[in-house]
């Protein structure tokens, strides 16, 4: 069993930064990538950025040059840096990581930490 516990969700003012940590722990072996979607009152839960194992990233369109994602793979960690939040970044941020267990990827969910950002 794998478990993801996020942390470092808060209310913050348009402008401020956030940063969110994610660590996994339980029976892993490696994963073959990480990161954080968000869902927004009312939306669909949406990529904002992921890590692969090997470092490469993506980001969404809309907090490309504002959010910045790292890893660290031996200790199953992930963050997200947000910088310059605007209320339209106001979601519960959820941490995900495909794992690999004997060779088979499973996908595995945080609870969610909300992020508000005041105007």
């Known amino acids: 069993q794998v478990e993801l516990v996020e942390s470092g969700g808060g209310l913050v003012q348009a402008g401020g930064s956030l940063r969110l940590s994610c660590a996994a722990s339980g029976s892993i072996f490696t994963f073959n990538l990480m990161g954080w979607y968000r869902q927004a009152p009312g939306k669909q839960r949406e990529l904002v950025a992921r890590i692969t194992s090997e470092g490469a990233t993506y980001y969404t369109d809309s907090v490309k040059g504002r959010f910045f994602i790292s890893s660290d793979n031996a200790k199953m960690t992930v963050d997200l840096q947000m910088s310059s939040l605007a209320p339209e970044d106001t979601a519960v941020y959820y941490c995900?990581?495909?794992?690999?267990?004997?060779?088979?990827?499973?996908?595995?969910w945080g609870q969610g930490t909300q992020v508000t950002v005041s105007s």
């Open positions: 995900y990581a495909l794992v690999v267990l004997a060779s088979v990827e499973y996908p595995y």
